[in-house]
């Protein structure tokens, strides 16, 4: 079966495939569909804008739909940024302004914090499926690493012992907030949903 997933981040794509790519004979990006699409999340949650997403580009192709929503909850800013983690510091979706923000608002305040992420699947017969993954860790003082994208080099995962930007792929993917997701949408398809 094909899958359409909805995002052209390559990151996301590479995490998606590795851990559900033997699901389904071919997962396809957006951009391997022909489709270029910005899809507004006007969802007030995660699950919301994974489902808005999953139904816009199942809507779109005709294919079951898979989408991601997450966020950075950190807990002394009340669960911020949360839905708006990617545009924290404006709509251009800037990684290293959501950083510095994230940052300036966290001074003087404890840095405990979690990933949090929402995996939608959405059918042409309209069933749709969601799971959801999380993973606590430390906001450090400074970014650390090279890797990942969007708060990676700010978020201390104490599980590795090291930034989610100085691990490796697979050493990201054994704990983050999205494998988790996928890992549960995983053993629900695997049961027959």
Known sequence: ?????ATNNPNKLREIRAILGGFFDEALSLSDLGIDIDIEETGTTLTENALIK??????LTGLPALADDSGLMVDA??????VYSARYA???????KNN???????????????FCSVIALCYPDGRELT???????????EERGTGGFGYDPLFFSPELGKTFAEATPEQK???SHRSRALRAMLELLSSGR
């Open 100 to 114: 510095a923000l994230l940052l300036k608002n966290l001074e003087g305040k404890p840095r405990d914090a979690k």
């Open 90 to 96: 404006g709509e251009e979706h800037d990684d290293k």
């Open 77 to 82: 800013l009340g669960g911020a940024p949360g």
């Open 173 to 175: 993917n054994s704990v």
């Open 1 to 5: 079966m094909k899958i359409a997933i």
């Open 131 to 141: 799971a959801e993954g999380s993973v606590r860790g430390v906001i450090l003082k």
């Open 54 to 59: 999953a139904r816009t580009i199942r809507d």
